[in-house]
T-cell receptor, first 116, second 115 residues
Framework: KAGVTQTPRYLIKTRGQQVTLSCSPI?????VSWYQQTPGQGLQFLFEYFSETQRNKGNFPGRFSGRQFSNSRSEMNVSTLELGDSALYLC???????????????FGEGSRLTVL | AQSVTQPDIHITVSEGASLELRCNYS??????LFWYVQSPGQGLQLLLKYFSGDTLVQGIKGFEAEFKRSQSSFNLRKPSVHWSDAAEYFC?????????????FGSGTRLSIRP
């Protein structure tokens, strides 16, 4: 079974630009969550989607948005990029939003965003 | 407040030596506890988890962890480390049927292996 796939793996943008990151969950997983990972802040929850609906949102400004498609693939968008948005963005999938029996999140390798 | 503390930011051990990574948590409900590992350039992979029952849990790659409720700890151990164990390790806590948004991750411990 293929794992969680994130594209692109690396990208460089300049301040003020916008970026879209993509995440394809494991087949059969309908819940997708996004995290921002930085050396200073660790892993911070961005948002969670299930059945094309955003179920939870972390404490990030409105410049950060996302969506989920009917095939469970998800995208996140960051508009008006700032230097502080440089980070590794991780996507995780699970079978259902309540992480039922396993509690396990399956992570992709991440998209490394550098803002210049 | 709910939190996870990994007191050690960086640990270096010699190959073949034993390892213990510390994790302390503060959680109001019965905790579900996890250890994830992140190898360089990779995402996080689940090493092991504790839900209930035997407080000593075995995971992949020869790791184990012990849940100690009285100490609010869930320390990760390995009897003999290999160079391939060099990575960052994250402890996390959640509740039964909690969503991803409710899982709290520690700040991580970076493990280096001395040849």
């Amino acid at each position: 079974k293929a794992g969680v796939t994130q594209t692109p793996r690396y990208l460089i943008k300049t301040r003020g630009q916008q970026v879209t990151l993509s995440c394809s969950p494991i087949s059969g997983h309908r819940s997708v969550s996004w995290y921002q990972q930085t050396p200073g802040q660790g892993l911070q929850f961005l948002f969670e989607y299930f059945s094309e609906t955003q179920r939870n949102k972390g404490n990030f400004p409105g410049r950060f948005s996302g969506r989920q498609f009917s095939n469970s693939r998800s995208e996140m968008n960051v508009s008006t990029l700032e230097l502080g948005d440089s980070a590794l963005y991780l996507c995780a999938s699970s079978q259902d939003p309540q992480l039922a029996n396993t509690g396990e999140l399956f992570f992709g390798e991440g998209s490394r965003l550098t803002v210049l | 407040a709910q939190s996870v503390t990994q007191p050690d930011i960086h640990i270096t051990v010699s190959e073949g030596a034993s390892l213990e990574l510390r994790c302390n948590y503060s959680y109001g409900a019965t905790p579900y506890l996890f250890w994830y590992v992140q190898s360089p350039g990779q995402g996080l992979q689940l090493l092991l988890k504790y839900f209930s029952g035997d407080t000593l849990v075995q995971g992949i790659k020869g790791f184990e962890a012990e849940f100690k409720r009285s100490q609010s700890s869930f320390n990760l151990r390995k009897p003999s480390v290999h160079w391939s164990d060099a990575a960052e390790y994250f402890c996390a806590v959640g509740a039964q049927y909690s969503s991803a948004s409710k899982i709290i991750f520690g700040s991580g411990t970076r493990l280096s292996i001395r040849p």
